[in-house]
């Protein structure tokens, strides 16, 4: 075993056998430490409580006061036991915790030293590493490499023989519809708990990682709607019956529920999103009754988003590869407004080409398709 | 500014369906009025061309980067009606395809960014263009106003609907159903970071690409 480990398990049998240090000065009718006297103690010794000292103690309310819970101060030895042994135990989790943060963000700027032998490897962690002056051009490579990662990533995934990919896409479409409207109906934080274990289960039959599953939904919508949510916690917005450091009973059910509510949602969108290819599902929406027009654009349009994606890469490459001095950001701003009209130019010269190309394929306005095997 | 599933609750989702049935229905007859049978291609690339642009990075002071919408842009370019199109499509790909925004949230998301956001930019630059010379500067300036009113207009309008979210929807201890923060948060807390800082973003890159586009293709912009 680590001597990490063993230091951990020495802390913790130290939190258990912590009510000694009740018990014993308890058998010995030992009083309070000197200049530590509680309300109590004071009142005895001296016959008052100075008003000066009152006003001071009572700025700050403990959660746990003497180490016990509220309402417990009076319930004999073995209730304010259980009592020593939770409140060590979090105040071990807390120092560990508020270190453990400490320590990364104090070590946050050390650099690595074999930067250069991984940066050899991988071109998107050259680029993520180096710092500098031209970040925007460098962070929009990032942007448009890490999208065509994660479609391919994605497309793994839909192509993969589990559940979820067995079922026709109509019916996906209209289950998840029907399921984010009963997610956002119900009010029982237990019944949406259970519809979220659910969607992890279907994600894990559908042959998708789960670890990847967790990491796709956490990231960034529901770990934005925690971090929005926490102040809500508090009495300053929700009014109601405080429990811990002023987080009130109301404040904590609704942030959870509305949690819980986003981050079922998102589950269920995404385990739709990976499991169907884009192809399949807009046939569905297709056959849902979805104007063809409309259809059409969208297929269109998630066409030309790749390649112009594509384009847009290229000329963020043809920058950096003739960048060697940095560009100041008035000029940084031009550059960028320079590769948006750019893209817009030539998407109205492909607009007119691929008409053309359509009309001389016999394009009359009325497109035609192959039918798919399940529509 | 995309609203994801489970902010608003159904009934609020379910209202912005409704009001945007009529305006989709009206802004794709006005597009097909004007572009008659070449309207796929035109319309997909613009599309695609609103989804592109919040790919390019623009760099803030301070050394970080934002990203612009680009709707205002569209609007300019192509037209208000145009532009709902665009943005719809490119909102409902972001929505089905990327899970970027909510499904049910898809009504209130165009509403935002591709009704208001669109027609407000659009008919600002209008009105301070007025009749100004196709190439003059100050369509330039304009197109800059009309990229930062509005965005901020747009988020004002998400900031009023995370707001109204208590107030319609609690449970009888006053527990939030939805979004848990009423209008003298939400509002507020939406307006300070598109004031400061995203609407500057839209309206230097409104204003500079459309500069550019004024330079290179000026008789482009004279058909609109």
Known sequence: MKLVAKLWIGIFILALLAPLGLIIPELFKAGSAWGEWGREDLIKMVGYFPRGMQRIAEIWKAPLPDYA???????????????????G?????????????????????????????ESSRDPEITLKRRSGRNKFVEYSLIRTLEFFRNEIFAESFSSANGLMQKIQPRIK????????????????????????????????????????????????????SLFIAVPALFNIFSPGEVI????????????????????????????????????????????????QVFVMTFMMCYRYIFIFIKIA??????????????????????VVAWHIG????????MSEEVYMAMISRGYSGEPKTINGKDI | MHIPDGYLSPQTAGIFYLVMAPIWLVASKIVKKTLQVRQVPYLAIGAAFTFVIMMFNIPI????????????LVAILLGPAQAVIAITVSLVIQALLFGDGGITAIGANCFNMAFVLPFVGFYTYKLIAFRAAQRSRRRIIAAGIAGYVGLNLAALCAGIEFGLQPIFHHTSSGQALYCPYGLNVTVPAMMLEHL?????????????????????????????
Do not use: C
């Open chain 1, 69 to 87: 819970f509220r309402g417990s101060e009076n319930k004999g030895l073995q209730s304010l036991s259980l009592g020593y042994i939770v409140s």
């Open chain 1, 89 to 117: 135990l979090i105040g071990i989790l807390a120092v560990a915790l508020a270190i453990y943060l400490l320590a990364k963000f104090l070590t946050k700027h050390v650099p690595k030293t074999d930067n250069k032998k």
């Open chain 1, 173 to 224: 479409l209209i289950g998840l519809i029907l399921i984010l409207i009963i997610v956002s109906l119900l009010k029982d934080i237990r019944l949406i708990f259970a519809l979220y274990i659910l969607s992890i289960a279907l994600a894990y039959l559908s042959r998708i990682s789960v670890l990847y599953f967790l990491k796709r939904t956490w990231i960034f919508i529901p770990l934005f």
């Open chain 1, 244 to 291: 811990f450091f002023g987080i009130t009973k109301q404040g904590l059910s609704s942030a959870s529920l509305f949690i819980l509510r986003v981050l079922t949602s998102v589950s269920f969108s995404v385990l739709i999103v990976l499991t169907t290819t884009h192809t399949r599902l807009l046939k569905a929406m297709r056959s849902l009754g979805v104007p």
């Open chain 1, 313 to 334: 890469q290229e000329m963020y490459f043809a920058i950096k590869s003739r960048l060697i001095g940095s560009v100041k950001n008035r000029k940084a701003h031009h």
């Open chain 1, 342 to 349: 750019v893209l817009w130019e030539k998407s109205r010269l």
């Open chain 2, 61 to 72: 002071p301070g050394g970080s980067t934002g990203h612009a919408v680009g709707g205002v």
């Open chain 2, 196 to 224: 400061l800082i995203f609407g500057w973003i839209e309206a230097i890159v409104t204003a500079l690409v459309f500069a550019y586009i004024q330079r290179q293709e000026g008789e482009f912009l004279g058909r609109i």
